[in-house]
C-alpha cells in the first residue's frame, strides 16, 4: 500500500493538472498564435496519412522523426463540427479525434512501415484513452482514403494482434477520411519546444517518444 499511495497520488496530479488538455497560459509573456496552422502543399510522388494516437503532441514528434517523412501536422478529424477549436474538441462532443497528418514518401517509407511506426507509438488497446488522457477525442484511430489503405490497415492490426505484444486486442477505429483540420499554430511541434518546461511531457510523452524511438530504430532521421 505504501508503494501504491504515492503512484496514486502521482497520477491524480498528472490528470488533474497536466494533461494533454491544457489551455495557453496568459500570464507568461510568450505570444501564442491560436489560428489554425497551414497545410503543406503535397509534392510530386508524395503521400499521406492520418492517424489518430491519443495526444498529438506526442505523435507528432514521433511520425515527424521517421525517415522519409517530410511533414506531420498536428490537427483534429473523425468529427462532425466544421473547423473546431482545441476547447471544443476538448469537451469531447464534437466527435473528433486530437489526429497527425501524415506527409512522406512512400518510396523511402512504406505506408506500412508507417502503420507498424503507428501502433509502436501508442497502447492501441486502450478504448478512448491514453494513459492520464480519457476521452473518445484521445481514441486510436486510422483513416484511409481508399480501398487498399483500409485492407492494409486491417492486415496491421491483425499482425499487431497477432505479435504478442498486447495481452488484449488492438481497439483501434478505422474510419474513412472525410476532412483534417490543422490544430492552433501552438501546437505544431509542441513537444519540442517544450520538452524542458511542460510536467505532462517530461512526465508522460517523454517515455512515450523514447520507446517508440527504441522500437523503430533504424527508421529514424539521424539528429
Not at 9 to 21: A, D
Not at 174 to 190: G, I, T, W
Amino acid at each position: 500500500m505504501k508503494s501504491f499511495v504515492p503512484a496514486f497520488f502521482l497520477f491524480l496530479s498528472i490528470w488533474l493538472f497536466f494533461g494533454c488538455n491544457q489551455q495557453p497560459d496568459e500570464k507568461t509573456n510568450t505570444v501564442i498564435d491560436i489560428n489554425p496552422a497551414k497545410l503543406p502543399t503535397l509534392r510530386p510522388g508524395e503521400a499521406v496519412a492520418t492517424v489518430a494516437g491519443g495526444c498529438f503532441w506526442a505523435v507528432q514528434e514521433e511520425m515527424k522523426s521517421l525517415k522519409g517523412v517530410r511533414e506531420a501536422v498536428s490537427g483534429y478529424a473523425g468529427g462532425d463540427l466544421e473547423y473546431p477549436t482545441y476547447e471544443q474538441v476538448g469537451t469531447d462532443q464534437t466527435g473528433h479525434a486530437e489526429t497527425v497528418q501524415v506527409y512522406y514518401n512512400p518510396k523511402v517509407i512504406s505506408y506500412d512501415v508507417l502503420l507498424d511506426a503507428f501502433f509502436a507509438g501508442h497502447d492501441a488497446t486502450q478504448l478512448n484513452r491514453q494513459g492520464p488522457d480519457i476521452g473518445k477525442h484521445y481514441r486510436s484511430a486510422i483513416f484511409y482514403r481508399t480501398p487498399d489503405e483500409k485492407a492494409r490497415i486491417e492486415t496491421a492490426i491483425r499482425r499487431e494482434n497477432a505479435s504478442g505484444h498486447h495481452k488484449v486486442p488492438v481497439v483501434t477505429q478505422v474510419e474513412s477520411f472525410k476532412v483534417f483540420y490543422p490544430a492552433e499554430v501552438y501546437h505544431q511541434d509542441y513537444y519540442r519546444h517544450n520538452l524542458h518546461t511542460n510536467l505532462y511531457l517530461q512526465l508522460v510523452s517523454k517515455a512515450k517518444v523514447e520507446k517508440f524511438r527504441e522500437e523503430m530504430e533504424g527508421r529514424l532521421k539521424e539528429d
